[in-house]
């Protein structure tokens, strides 16, 4: 039933709707009119319209001189651009179309085609060893702003010519230059006799050979770090000119951790390949090498990691008049990874080679006694050596044709039995000029694959060395490396999803800590033994003080003898090594310790009478008072074997007996008899003739 009250609205809807609507627009129109009406009409005459216009058409015609206009527009902000003169100097510009080649090839990447590119997984350095130094470096002087100072002194020649000077640039090796001293070397160490077998040896000179051998395989254990790999079957830019007055060399006293590690390079390798999908471009462009370390704390614990200050360190690697020659080739050292070495004018580089990546002729050191080693037609003799020299001339210009030869092996004629031919292809110029057309060359960094021009090989492993000169003296650290590369993939669109397109650069992953290195105080007393008591005396301890001098970097080893109450050591003269050819001086040295010994323990010690000897030796241990007061132990069981200690000794004897020559690598004199007078010279053994190999810049 419906609703009466809906049926009465819909009818009154029905009757009254459209009359109700029409009255509502008629009020609505009345209003509107009655408000036209109310409004003022618009009080122009034609006489103003007409003024006006002449007006406005005067102004159209009126002229503003051309100074006026550019004195408005220059108060507006508007200059003069000399468009004329801006275009005709565009039209006189020569465009090059190769400054306008695109940095990659293009590629449609194609779904399914196996073109999309992804991140290369970056692996950690293993191996990781840390190592102590001293010595003196020859670097360029700066002022106080850090620029070089000119040299205004005029300086003589050494008068020892004995060992040749190589003096190299920032980037290159002296391959023939070296290969001559050896081979100049080798001939004045043997004589004539020698090279052409001679008379006999009598039992004195074999024995004072043989010692000198073992000297030498000695010194060359000492200068590497790391042990050998399992033997298996073999498969800068150009050096500085002069520009204006040269710049002034000085001797600087440095102290350095030398930290050494190798890299899985063939590993990297393979993962750029899985990720770039490309095997002819996927090579690491490594980038640098970052460095941290922790600083041991006096109650034991270690700090926080911080970063090796790399710009303090390059005051020193950036500033090198000469550079210490390398012993592993190019092939394993990349340009930025690894840290070049100052040539040192006192004291010797320790632990900053690699043993297993270092060539095996230059480890085995030939033995002059051995049978076949004096005669001309020796095990390589004469001609095998000859041919290793002429080889490692040859391989300075080899490596344009893309390998180390001239018949694109590892020689001119292949790889003898005992004459070095391959040797020549590791120890020529190849990191100079073999990578201008591929190989291991180093034209510069960046990212730009398609230029190939950053380091490249195809080694297993390679080298990583970084020298850290801001280590503090009785200071003890832990470091930490690792490497960084250029980002391969940096502003390219045919990546996977998520892979860096901006980053200039990658890291990889830290390494594991190495053990705990100390650098030893400036002075240092090592407990070295004692003597007996006298019914006059107490008993004393020998002490060996070493002293190095932060000025020139020396470091002079003096046995001094001390007992409770006395301090070590005192003003003595010492034997003075020098580099420059001019033998040893006597110089007055301050050795005094400023330790205070406060007891001592150790010597023969009874033991019961049914034991043979009766006696036992123990070590010396002494209880020493520093200045700052804190007391320090030394025990003769710990300094004795020391390792340090006994570099340094030894370093010592050797540059002592060094000294009459000029120095021409800091491996000591030895190495540039190593190279070419060896004893046997160029008749001996593995004849090693080749030239100095090229060095990449960090």
């Excluded at 930025?336 to 690699?354: R, S």
């Excluded at 000025?551 to 003595?572: K, V």
Aim: net charge negative; proline share 7%; with cysteine.
């Amino acid at each position: 039933m419906a609703n009466a009250t809906a049926e009465k609205l819909k009818n009154f809807g029905l009757r009254f709707g459209d009359k109700i609507a029409v009255a509502l627009a008629s009020v609505l129109f009345v209003l509107c009119l009655v408000s036209a009406l109310q409004r003022p009409t618009i009080d122009v005459s034609p006489e103003q319209i007409k003024k006006a216009a002449e007006q406005s058409d005067s102004n159209l015609r009126r002229k503003v001189p051309t100074d006026q206009i550019v004195e408005t527009l220059a108060e507006g902000g508007l200059k003069n651009s000399d468009f004329a003169k801006e275009a005709e100097k565009s039209s006189q510009m020569v465009l090059v179309a190769a400054d306008f080649k695109p940095r990659r090839e293009w590629v449609v990447p194609e779904p399914g085609a196996g073109l999309i590119r992804d991140q290369p997984e970056l692996i950690a350095p293993t191996d990781v060893f840390a190592y102590p130094g001293r010595g003196g470096a020859l670097v360029y002087a700066l002022d106080a702003e850090g620029n070089r100072i000119v040299e205004t002194e005029t300086k003589e020649p050494p008068k020892s010519t004995t060992f040749r000077r190589n003096r190299r640039g920032r980037r290159g090796g002296g391959g023939s230059s070296s290969m001559m001293g050896s081979m100049m070397g080798g001939m004045g160490g043997m004589g004539m006799e020698g090279m052409m077998g001679g008379a006999p040896r009598t039992p004195e000179e074999e024995k004072a050979q043989k010692a000198e051998y073992e000297r030498r395989k000695r010194e060359m254990q000492a200068r590497l770090a790391g042990k050998d790999a399992p033997a298996k079957d073999e498969p800068e830019d150009p050096a500085t000119k002069g520009q204006g007055p040269p710049a002034k060399e000085i001797t600087k006293g440095l102290r350095w951790v030398a930290l050494t590690a190798t890299l899985d390079h063939k590993q990297m390798l393979d993962n750029y390949r899985s990720a770039l999908k490309n095997p002819a471009i996927a090579h690491p462009n490594y980038s640098r090498l970052d460095v941290q370390r922790q600083a041991k704390q006096k109650d034991g614990s270690w700090s926080d990691w911080a970063d090796v200050s790399a710009d303090r360190n390059l005051e020193i690697l950036d500033n090198l008049p000469m550079e210490d020659e390398e012993l592993a080739p190019d092939t394993v050292r990349p340009s930025n990874l690894v840290d070049p070495l100052p040539f040192l004018t006192t004291g010797l580089w320790e632990k900053v080679h690699i043993a297993s990546l270092v060539p095996k002729e230059l480890k085995d050191i030939p033995d002059p006694t051995a049978a076949g080693q004096g005669g001309m037609m020796g095990r390589g003799g004469m001609m095998g050596s000859m041919m290793g020299g002429m080889m490692g001339m040859e391989s300075e210009m080899g490596g344009m044709m893309g390998g180390s030869g001239m018949m694109g092996g590892s020689g001119m004629m292949g790889r003898g039995s005992g004459s070095m031919m391959g040797m020549a292809g590791m120890m020529g110029m190849e990191g100079e000029m073999g990578g201008m057309m591929g190989g291991s060359g180093m034209m510069g960094g960046g990212a730009t694959e398609t230029l190939a021009n950053f380091w490249r090989s195809e080694e297993e492993k390679v080298m990583i060395r970084a020298l850290d000169f801001t280590a503090q003296p009785d200071e003890s650290y832990r470091y930490r490396v690792r490497i960084v590369v250029y980002n391969p993939n940096l502003s390219r669109d045919d990546v996977s999803p998520g892979v860096d397109t901006k980053s200039e650069t990658l890291p990889g992953p830290w390494s594991e800590t190495t053990a705990e290195v100390h650098m030893p105080p400036d002075v240092t007393a090592y407990a070295m033994g004692t003597l007996p008591a006298t019914p006059k005396s107490e008993m004393k301890v020998v002490f060996q003080v070493v002293k190095f001098n932060p000025e020139d970097g020396m470091i002079l080893p003096r046995n001094f003898e001390a007992s409770p109450g006395e301090i070590i050591g005192d003003p003595r003269s010492a034997p003075i090594p020098t580099s420059d050819g001019t033998g040893q001086k006597t110089k007055l040295v301050d050795f005094n310790s400023h330790l205070i010994v406060l007891d001592v323990a150790g010597g023969l010690k009874p033991l019961p009478e049914d034991f043979p000897g009766n006696v036992i030796a123990q070590p010396a241990v002494a209880l020493l008072l520093r200045p700052d007061g804190a007391v320090e132990l030394r025990d003769e069981a710990e300094d004795r074997p020391d390792e340090v200690r006994k570099d340094v000794e030894s370093n010592y004897k050797r540059e002592l007996k060094e000294s009459d020559k000029v120095r021409s690598s800091s491996m000591g004199g030895g190495y540039g008899d190593m190279m070419g007078g060896m004893g046997s010279g160029m008749m001996g053994g593995s004849g090693m003739m080749g030239g100095g190999t090229g060095r990449g810049r960090r």
